[in-house]
Structures are given as structure tokens and as C-alpha cells.
T-cell receptor
Framework: AAGVIQSPRHLIKEKRETATLKCYPIPRHDTVYWYQQGPGQDPQFLISFYEKMQSDKGSIPDRFSAQQFSDYHSELNMSSLELGDSALYFC??????????????FGPGTRLLVL | DAKTTQPPSMDCAEGRAANLPCNHS???????VYWYRQIHSQGPQYIIHGLKNNETNEMASLIITEDRKSSTLILPHATLRDTAVYYCIVGKDGATNKLIFGTGTLLAVQP
């Protein structure tokens, strides 16, 4: 079965640079979530989109922005990168069916290293 | 969302059943119990979820107490590949159901 695709899988950036992470949800999934997992930490929710509209927001820095496009893929844009942004970034997708949000499935993640 | 409490770590012998407990005493009536696991640095993997009835699928069984204040995830025949951090998460179905991860239980399956 098709899974969530994330690209790139690994990314190395310098401080103050920008980065763009991409997420391609499972076909027919209309909701996308972004999570950040720092070294030795648990995943933390950043932001989510349903039908191209932001549906919820967590502890996402103002330097980060995200959007969902008409084909339901999503991009997380990160500017003025800091050393502390080094983390695994996971995207997950699900579908809203009959008013109920179904199970969330995660991608393999993007490992971002900021030097 | 209700808070969950899990033991930080557990050991299990290969081939034996692994029983992972979770307390969620503040769970409300419309909140589900979800279990995910994360094998080292991979994306969290959905295992199972339930509302009040016990559930079983090809991966595991979920036993929820009658008062819904705790639950147990059962892996019937643990293998080395089941070594992972297991997260018990309580959340609502709805227009958005962001997952709030706690610290989870590191299950180490021993040969």
C-alpha cells in the first residue's frame, strides 16, 4: 500500500539559511500533520492542514510556515535556521470520513541538521 | 486532551507476550485510546485504537478497563523487531486529531 512520502530524507543547512521540507500524503488523504522530534525527545505537534486550510497549530516557531496545496501535498518552510532546529521532522496524513478523522499514518521523516 | 502515564521501560523475552500498561484516569467519554510505536528514529507506526471495547488486529490486542481509566496493549508473541518505544495517546476523533505524545515505554525484547 502507498505510504506517506517525505523529501528530502536528509538535509544539512547552515545557520540562518532556509529549508523546505515536502510531504506527499497517502492517496485520498485530505489532512496533513507536521511533527518535530528533537534528539532524545518525543514527537511534538507543529501544525496541521485539512483541505488546504490550517486546521490546528501547535508549538511552531514564527520562523516556520507551512501550506497544503491543491494536490494535498504539503510543504514546511523554515527560515533563519538555528542550531536548535536540528531534528527529525515527520509528516502524517489521514482522511476525514463522515465527520470522523481517521487513523493518522506517518512518513519516514526528514532528518535536518543545522551547522 | 487527557494525560497518559506509562512505565519508562519494560523487558520481554522473545516469543512471550508483552503487556504494556497505560493509565489515563482523566479520559473523557468521547476520547479514544491510541497506541503507536516508534522503532529507532523511524516514523511512528500506528498499532491499534479503541473507545471502550477491547480491540484486536493482526499486530496486537487492546484491553480497556470498564471504567476506561487504564488500558493494556498486548503483543501476543514478541519478536526482536518489536523492540521500540510504545506510545499510549488519548485523543478525540473530529476535524483534527493532533497526537500529543508523552514519554512512552521503551520495550526491549530479549533473545
Amino acid at each position: 500500500a502507498a505510504g506517506v512520502i517525505q523529501s528530502p530524507r536528509h538535509l544539512i543547512k547552515e545557520k540562518r539559511e532556509t529549508a523546505t521540507l515536502k510531504c506527499y500524503p497517502i492517496p485520498r488523504h485530505d489532512t496533513v500533520y507536521w511533527y518535530q522530534q528533537g534528539p532524545g525527545q518525543d514527537p511534538q505537534f507543529l501544525i496541521s492542514f485539512y483541505e488546504k486550510m490550517q486546521s490546528d497549530k501547535g508549538s511552531i516557531p514564527d520562523r516556520f510556515s507551512a501550506q497544503q496545496f491543491s494536490d494535498y501535498h504539503s510543504e514546511l518552510n523554515m527560515s533563519s535556521l538555528e542550531l536548535g532546529d536540528s531534528a527529525l521532522y515527520f509528516c502524517a496524513s489521514s482522511s476525514l470520513a463522515g465527520g470522523i478523522q481517521e487513523t493518522q499514518y506517518f512518513g519516514p521523516g526528514t532528518r535536518l541538521l543545522v551547522l | 486532551d487527557a494525560k497518559t502515564t506509562q512505565p519508562p521501560s519494560m523487558d520481554c523475552a522473545e516469543g512471550r507476550a508483552a503487556n504494556l500498561p497505560c493509565n489515563h484516569s482523566t479520559i473523557s467519554g468521547n476520547e479514544y485510546v491510541y497506541w503507536y510505536r516508534q522503532i529507532h528514529s523511524q516514523g511512528p507506526q500506528y498499532i491499534i485504537h479503541g473507545l471502550k471495547n477491547n480491540e484486536t488486529n493482526e499486530m496486537a490486542s487492546l484491553i480497556i478497563t470498564e471504567d476506561r481509566k487504564s488500558s493494556t496493549l498486548i503483543l501476543p508473541h514478541a519478536t526482536l523487531r518489536d523492540t521500540a518505544v510504545y506510545y499510549c495517546i488519548v485523543g478525540k476523533d473530529g476535524a483534527t486529531n493532533k497526537l500529543i505524545f508523552g514519554t512512552g515505554t521503551l520495550l526491549a525484547v530479549q533473545p
